[in-house]
């Protein structure tokens, strides 16, 4: 049978972020979805992928089921009216462009941050929900491990993930790097816009415990806190957070410098205090850099390392999609052998019957040696004229002219006939 795989996209590049935001789903809903896209609609291989950039689900069908989808997925969410968000979903009912959607998705083509290193084990958490829930057939599993064999040499033949290449991935390098000889540092983010959320996104993801967060609506903190599993810090308590921190990143939004020379003169510095300030304007005054002990790191610092690591990623892109192109045609190799791989087992066992029937005719006049050595001379004998017809098959596959040899090898064998028992010989 022919596969039929399909997919519904919600992205970035056409769904701004409160629609995004709207549609997204954690793991629990992910799970749910599943479980009512299992039971609603008429499709096998089912993977739903959904992050901060996209909603997408993929599946294997022979018609197009998009807008019962986006239906169960407004149910899902509660969304009475999900038809008006229709338009910012991307459809593709090519099995090839689906195939290839999934590959430049998870490798990091389709990201924001071009290489984005988070995708790759979010399509493998999806991957592990569709398992979980059995929505996951031979098909999607061999395309999935495709894609992770793909990344593993994309990782180790190009420089498509070297480097941070966005704004708060470079921040969590630089933090790397000053706090390499200090065991456990402690980390205080002041201000969680969109880049100070992001940044302490990737500190949990990065394994840092020790980290407070403060913003000055508390309610903001105290969500991004219980989603992070951090530790809020009052924003009038800012000075007490300082002086226990080793590391200050301040993503504050003001025209005037939040963090001034005399603040942090008071903090009696005793040993290194490094300042990440990701605000522009800046929120860190220039002279501070002058109180002994204390390193300011600016914006331009974290985006000139990023801006160097993304012109790599960037350079390094028609090889990653050279890669993704030989797994492409290994895989489309094999999903096409799939056609062909009942006939072979019916050929077998057709072939096997007849050696069982003719060794049964012999076996009371033959002793046990005579006997086991009959067997193993039939077998290779089998073996050898299956070779040349199942080596056809594969490479009429390959030529997309199996059927027509399928249809003769049935009419000579009347293998329609034939019935093939799980845990029969093998290929």
């Known amino acids: 049978m022919l596969q039929n795989f399909k997919a519904i996209s919600l992205s970035y590049k056409k769904a701004p972020l409160d629609i995004r935001e709207l549609i997204a789903l954690d793991e629990t809903s992910c799970r749910l979805f599943l479980q009512t896209l299992r039971g609603f609609i008429q499709a096998s291989d089912i993977l739903v992928l959904s992050t901060c950039n996209r909603t997408e689900v993929y599946y294997n069908a022979d018609v197009d089921h998009s807008t019962q989808i986006v239906k169960l997925l407004g149910i899902t969410k509660g969304i009475e009216n999900i038809s008006q968000y229709l338009d910012f979903f991307t459809i593709l009912n090519e099995h ?71 704004t708060s991935y470079a921040a969590i390098e630089l933090i790397e790097e000053l706090t390499a000889d200090i065991t456990e540092p402690s980390i205080l983010v002041v201000g969680l816009g969109e880049i100070g959320a992001d940044v302490c996104r990737n500190l949990q993801d990065n394994g840092y415990k020790n980290v407070k967060i403060a913003n000055r609506t508390q309610a903001k903190a105290a969500a991004l806190a219980a989603e992070c599993g951090m530790e809020v810090l009052p924003f009038e308590e800012i000075v007490q957070g300082m002086k226990a921190a080793d590391v200050i990143i301040s993503s504050v939004a003001r025209e005037t410098p939040f963090f001034t020379k005399e603040m942090v003169k008071r903090l009696n510095v005793l040993s290194f205090k490094f300042f990440i300030d990701l605000s522009v304007p800046r929120s860190v005054e220039t002279d501070v850099e002058t109180v002994p002990g204390v390193l300011v790191y600016n914006i331009d610092t974290i985006q000139s390392k990023a801006s160097e690591a993304l012109l790599r990623r960037i350079n390094s892109v028609p090889k990653v999609k050279e890669i993704i192109t030989e797994s492409i045609a290994q895989f489309n190799d094999w999903s096409k052998e799939m056609m062909v791989s009942p006939t072979i087992n019916r050929l077998k066992n057709a072939l096997e019957t007849i050696r069982q029937e003719e060794m049964a005719r012999y076996m009371k006049k033959l002793g046990p040696k005579e006997a086991k050595l009959m067997d193993n001379i039939t077998k290779s004998m089998m073996q050898k004229i299956i070779k040349l017809p199942v080596l056809q098959l594969k490479a009429a596959c390959k030529r997309g002219e199996a059927e027509t040899l399928i249809d003769l090898l049935n009419d000579l064998f009347d293998l329609e006939n034939q019935t093939t028992e799980a845990g029969q010989i093998s290929e």
């Open 96 to 166: 090839n462009d689906a195939v290839q959607h999934l590959f430049d998705v998870s490798i990091g083509l389709e990201s924001q941050v071009v290489g984005d290193m988070q995708i790759s084990n979010q399509v493998k958490q999806a991957y592990q929900w569709s398992a979980d829930n059995e929505t996951a057939g031979p098909f999607l599993h061999r395309l999935m491990h495709t894609i992770f064999f793909t990344n593993k040499r994309v990782v180790q033949e190009t420089s498509f993930r070297d480097g941070a290449a966005s």
